[in-house]
Structure formats: C-alpha cells, structure tokens
C-alpha cells in the first residue's frame, strides 16, 4: 500500500537553515493532510495540518504547503533547530467513517548545531 | 494538557497467548483507534471505534483481534492468539469530534508487543 509516500528516509540539515519534508499521495480522496513529529519511544506527536481547500497553512516555524495537482504536500521548518531532530511522519485522510489516517514510511530529520 | 497514556509500555507474551493492550484516552473525545507499527514499516491503521461499535476496521483487524471500551475511561485491544508477525508498536490515539475527519488525532506513548 504506496498511497502516502515520503521518498526521503532522512535529511541533514545545519541548525539555523531550512528544513523541507516531502510528501507524495496518490489518492485523489484524500481532502486533509497532517505531519506528525515522532521522537523515540514516543507516540507521534501532532504538529500542523492542511485541508484540501487550501494550499499553506503556517504555525510558527512550521508552514505546510499543498499542491494538489501535483498530489505533493511539504513541510518547511525554519529555522531548524537541533530540537527538531525526529522522525516526521506525514498521513492524511478523507471523510469516510473511520477518519483512519494513512501514513507515509517518515523522514528522520538531524538538524546539527 | 491532556493525553492519551497507554499500558503496559512493553509486553513480551508467547505465541499463542492473548493479550490486551490497554489505554485511556482523553476524557472528552469520542472516537478511538488503534494502530500499529511494526519495526521498519509504516504506521498502520487498525481500527476505529465510536458510540461503542467499531466504525471501521482495515484488513489486518481479523477475528483474532477485538477492542472493547468496558467502561467510562479504558479503550482496550484484545489479541487472542498471538503470532510472531503480531510484534509490533502498538498506538492508540483518540480524538474529540465525531464527524469531523479534520479533527486532529492525539496518539498515545505505544505499547511494545514482543511475541516469542
């Protein structure tokens, strides 16, 4: 089951520079679109969210953008900070009973000093 | 802030036995799933429950597994004869809406399954 596709298993990234997580999915259903953040022996952690209807939502250092054409979404981090070494982990899903997410394989992310 | 704890954190069983998975979640939401995460692969959805029914459930949710929330505050996953493929992460997480599949879902710490 490839519907959610995170095709980088890891990133490298200076602290103080930009970090961008990619995501891809192949089902057209699918109308909302979450990344997770995910710390050893710890739950994923919820960091931000996009509805279909729109193509950037932003949180602080945390911006998410949509492109539907494409059925890609990213995840900006700026500026990267070694706290935000974790595994990343995008889902997303559609509005049938369940609201189950399917998630992508995750990017760990090291951000060093 | 609330959350969704789980217990145990690490459960080693032989295979064969059953064992259930237990969690709280937040003490407002109202619907609650089950997925799971074996070593290396994705995070797989399990089940969905709410109103004390199952609302969805995905392939690998066969008769061997069943949930169960037995009372105001437990959400439990029963497996009955577990085999070695069952070891894995386990997560529960719930969330606050019915209805609204662009409420977020809060996930509890896992429970490490170990099947010998």
């Known amino acids: 089951d490839q519907q959610v596709k995170q095709n980088s298993p890891s990133l490298s990234v200076q602290e103080g520079r930009i970090s961008i997580l990619n995501c891809d999915y192949t089902?057209?259903?699918?109308?909302?679109f979450l990344w997770y953040k995910k710390y050893p022996a710890e739950g994923p952690t919820f960091l931000i969210s996009?509805?279909?209807?729109?193509d950037k939502n932003e949180d602080g250092r945390f911006t998410v953008f949509l492109n539907k054409s494409a059925k890609h979404l990213s995840l900006h981090i700026v500026p990267s900070q070694p706290g935000d070494s974790a595994v990343y982990f995008c889902a997303a899903s559609n509005n049938n009973a369940g609201n189950m997410l399917t998630f992508g394989g995750g990017t760990r992310l090291m951000v060093k000093p | 802030e609330p959350e969704v704890t789980q217990t145990p954190s690490h459960q080693v069983t032989q295979m064969g036995q059953e064992v259930i998975l237990r969690c709280v979640p937040i003490s407002n939401h109202l619907y609650f799933y089950w997925y799971r995460q074996i070593l290396g692969q994705k995070v797989e959805f399990l089940v969905s429950?709410?109103?004390?029914?199952?609302?969805?459930k995905s392939e690998i949710f066969d008769d061997q597994f069943s949930v169960e929330r037995p009372d105001g505050s437990n959400f439990t996953l029963k497996i009955r004869s577990t085999k070695l493929e069952d070891s894995a992460m386990y997560f529960c997480?719930?969330?606050?809406?019915?209805?609204?599949?662009?409420?977020?879902?809060?996930f509890g710490p896992g429970t490490r399954l170990t099947v010998l």
């Open positions: 996009i509805s279909s209807i729109k």
């Open positions: 997480a719930s969330k606050r809406l019915a209805g609204r599949h662009t409420d977020t879902q809060y």
């Open positions: 429950f709410y109103n004390n029914e199952i609302s969805e």
């Open positions: 089902n057209s259903m699918f109308d909302y």
